[in-house]
């Protein structure tokens, strides 16, 4: 058996999934086995990050407008190549509705891009300053182990001066306070932040949920 390497890093979410199931972290992380058809959840959600994360990065050299245009263009040419080929691996193991839903997805990408921007992006523009954006941190766990993770974004607030980290997170509906204050990730990224960050104090943290599942239509009910 090769020697471990000192120091060692593991992601936190191979942490996770060591707690878990050790077969799957051995699957997943030791393996490398991937499924031969994708989680379309996972998937959506993998999209929105890489369009929210170019659409900050670009935020501070930009106007809103240029910085939403050049993030969803990026995003858009990235899934609809990986759809296609998505696509086409579904039908090839007969995973017919699969398929179909795959097809869709390129049109529900750019839908909740373009309202992620007219209800969020666009206003904060005004409202804050973009300090760093996908921040990279070393965190220590225990002697000779390490994790490296990534803040999605780190703000000041230009009317009041007040420091947040965000979480970019998606789901089909936002989970209440208690679930949100369990993730001890953004706690410990929180922490190393203002360790690793010269003068860095946060004052809040933003759990910047996009819903991935349309509202629902009202319906006349009989009185």
């Given at each position: 058996m090769p020697p471990v390497p000192s120091p060692f890093y593991v992601s936190y979410s191979a942490v996770l999934t060591w707690r878990e199931c050790r077969q799957k972290y051995v699957?997943?992380?030791?393996r490398r086995l991937k499924p031969r058809t994708s989680d379309l959840a996972l998937a959506l959600g993998t999209y929105l990050h890489q369009y929210l994360a170019h659409y900050y990065s670009l935020?501070?050299?930009n106007r809103a407008e240029s910085a939403h245009s050049a993030a969803l263009t990026h995003v858009m040419t990235v899934v609809q190549g990986e759809a296609d080929v998505l696509e086409r691996t579904a039908y090839a193991v007969d995973r017919d509705r699969l398929a179909l839903e795959i097809a869709e997805l390129p049109e529900t990408v750019r839908r909740l891009c373009e309202r992620y921007y007219d209800y969020r992006g666009l206003a904060d523009e005004n409202l804050y300053t973009v300090m760093y954006c996908e921040k990279s941190l070393t965190v220590p766990l225990d002697d000779g182990i390490r994790t490296r993770g990534v803040i999605d974004l780190i703000t000041r607030e230009k009317a009041s001066g007040r420091i947040?980290?965000?979480?970019h997170k998606t789901t089909r509906n936002v989970p209440s306070m208690a679930l949100r204050m369990a993730d001890l990730q953004t706690i410990l990224y929180r922490a190393v932040?203002?360790?690793e960050i010269e003068d860095l104090r946060v004052d809040s943290i933003v759990w910047n949920y996009v819903r991935t599942k349309p509202p629902s239509k009202p319906e006349m009910t009989l009185s």
């Open positions: 699957y997943q992380y030791l935020l501070p050299s947040a980290i965000w979480e932040a203002e360790i």
